[in-house]
T-cell receptor, first 111, second 112 residues
Framework: DAGVIQSPRHEVTEMGQEVTLRCKPI?????LFWYRQTMMRGLELLIY????????DSGMPEDRFSAKMPNASFSTLKIQPSEPRDSAVYFC?????????FGSGTRLTVV | GENVEQHPSTLSVQEGDSAVIKCTYS??????FPWYKQELGKRPQLIID?????GEKKDQRIAVTLNKTAKHFSLHITETQPEDSAVYFC???????????FGTGTSLTVIP
C-alpha cells in the first residue's frame, strides 16, 4: 500500500483565494482525520470521518473551512476565502482500529 | 474531554545518554497511548504504543511505561543517537471514540 496520499505537497496562494487540499486514505481504513500543525498550537484536530460520515467537526476554526468525504477513498479540505493565519501544515491521517497513519502533509502558505 | 499534557517541551541530551518524556492525561476512560516521532519536515510516525492492560512495553532502545492510577505515561529512549533528534508526541485515546488527543510535543536534540 502506498500509505496515505496527500496533494499538493506545497501550496502558495494569495489571501482571499480558495484552497483545496486532497487526501487518499489507506484502502480499508474506516476513519479519516484532518489535522493542522503550527508551531504555536501544535497538532490540532479539525474534523474526522467514520465510514465517510463526519463525526466531529468542532475543531474546524470557522465557516471558511469545510471538508467532505464523498467516498471511502477520497477527502477534501477546502478553505474559502483563505487568510494568512491559515498558513500551516495540514495533515490527513487514516486508521482502522487504533493506529493512525499520517500522510506527508500539505504545507500551505497564504500571502 | 481528554486533556493531555506533555513535558518537557524541549530536551537536549548528549549522545549515549537517556532521554525521558512524560505525559499526563485526564480521562480515566483512556486506554490506548501511542507515541509518534516527527522528524523535521516529515510526517508523524508511530514508534511505540501501550494499552492500559500493561504497565510497560519495550522495543529495542525505546520503552514506554504507564501508571493508570496516576494517569501518566512516559517514553524512555536509552543510548540516544543523533538520529533520535526529532519532535515526539504522546497521545491518548478512549474506547468511546477513535480520536487521539495529542500532547504539545517535545523537541529532542541529541548532541554528538
Amino acid at each position: 500500500d502506498a500509505g496515505v496520499i496527500q496533494s499538493p505537497r506545497h501550496e502558495v496562494t494569495e489571501m482571499g483565494q480558495e484552497v483545496t487540499l486532497r487526501c487518499k486514505p489507506i484502502s480499508g481504513h474506516d476513519y479519516l482525520f484532518w489535522y493542522r500543525q503550527t508551531m504555536m498550537r501544535g497538532l490540532e484536530l479539525l474534523i474526522y470521518f467514520n465510514n465517510n460520515v463526519p463525526i466531529d467537526d468542532s475543531g474546524m476554526p470557522e465557516d471558511r473551512f469545510s471538508a467532505k468525504m464523498p467516498n471511502a477513498s477520497f477527502s477534501t479540505l477546502k478553505i474559502q476565502p483563505s487568510e494568512p493565519r491559515d498558513s500551516a501544515v495540514y495533515f490527513c491521517a487514516s486508521s482502522l482500529g487504533r493506529g493512525y497513519t499520517f500522510g506527508s502533509g500539505t504545507r500551505l502558505t497564504v500571502v | 474531554g481528554e486533556n493531555v499534557e506533555q513535558h518537557p517541551s524541549t530536551l537536549s541530551v548528549q549522545e549515549g545518554d537517556s532521554a525521558v518524556i512524560k505525559c499526563t492525561y485526564s480521562d480515566s476512560a483512556s486506554n490506548y497511548f501511542p507515541w509518534y516521532k516527527q522528524e523535521l519536515g516529515k510526517r508523524p510516525q508511530l514508534i511505540i504504543d501501550i494499552r492500559s492492560n500493561v504497565g510497560e512495553k519495550k522495543d529495542q532502545r525505546i520503552a514506554v511505561t504507564l501508571n493508570k492510577t496516576a494517569k501518566h505515561f512516559s517514553l524512555h529512549i536509552t543510548e540516544t543517537q543523533p538520529e533520535d533528534s526529532a519532535v515526539y508526541f504522546c497521545a491518548a485515546m478512549a474506547n468511546t471514540g477513535n480520536q487521539f488527543y495529542f500532547g504539545t510535543g517535545t523537541s529532542l536534540t541529541v548532541i554528538p
